[in-house]
């Protein structure tokens, strides 16, 4: 049971190109969400799924765009990347948005 | 405009001695609040959490209150120990937030030998 895993660890990219991330749970659970850490702040919520098919917007989702085609996956995708896109992106998962979310390792993006 | 403050960047608390975190909400419609650790290059994981209705909870050495009156909660952590050296985020959610956890921008909490 890998619980929620996380591509790349790290990635960095010049502004105006596009990327994934990737993010995949094996925990059969259907709500599904991407944060971004940056310093001095808590985690954002960029964009969630409440399930294959469903998605919506969270706090901060400009730039960034969500598909959920499986249970498992949920990619976040960075359309043109600009530097105030430089943060740490975390994946969740859980069984209901009011439960506990188990949170992937991260992926530590820079744009330069 | 932040819904959940925690005040302290950070903390450092003697081994073996009490290390009390803090949080401040201002959203009365949030209706329950969770806790999470957070270890360097990797993700926060739950550590306990308190419904709206209730005023303590606790699991082991850990124990979460919560002010209602006055918007605030606060972790516990006794005694503390060296592996508890982390950044701790609290976060709330329900009342209308639409599946959203507002969270704070966490303290790190170190515990010195």
């Known amino acids: 049971n890998a619980g929620v895993t996380q591509t790349p660890k790290f990635q960095v990219l010049k502004t105006g190109q596009s990327m994934t991330l990737q993010c995949a749970q094996d925990m059969n659970h259907e709500y599904m969400s991407w944060y971004r850490q940056d310093p001095g702040m808590g985690l954002r919520l960029i964009h969630y799924?409440?399930?294959?098919?469903?998605?919506d917007q969270g706090e901060v989702p400009n730039g960034y765009n969500v598909s959920r085609s499986t249970t498992e996956d949920f990619p976040l995708r960075l359309l043109s990347a600009a530097p105030s896109q430089t943060s740490v992106y975390f994946c969740?998962?859980?069984?209901?948005?009011?439960?506990?979310?188990?949170f992937g390792p991260g992926t530590r993006l820079l744009v330069l | 405009d932040q819904q959940v403050k925690q005040n302290s960047p950070s903390l450092s608390v003697q081994e073996g001695r009490i290390s009390i975190l803090n949080c401040d909400y201002t959203n009365s419609m949030f209706d329950y609040f969770l806790w999470y650790k957070k270890y360097p290059a990797e993700g926060p994981t739950f550590l306990i959490s308190?419904?709206?209705i209730k005023d303590k909870n606790e699991d082991g050495r850990f124990t979460v209150f919560l002010n209602k009156s006055a918007k605030h909660l606060s972790l516990h952590i006794v005694p503390s120990q060296p592996g508890d050296s982390a950044v701790y985020f609290c976060a709330a959610g329900g009342g209308g937030s639409n599946y959203q956890l507002i969270w704070g921008a966490g303290t790190k909490l170190i515990i010195k030998p």
């Open positions: 969740a998962s859980s069984n209901d948005p009011e439960e506990t979310q188990y």
């Open positions: 799924s409440v399930g294959a098919g469903i998605t």
């Open positions: 308190i419904s709206s």
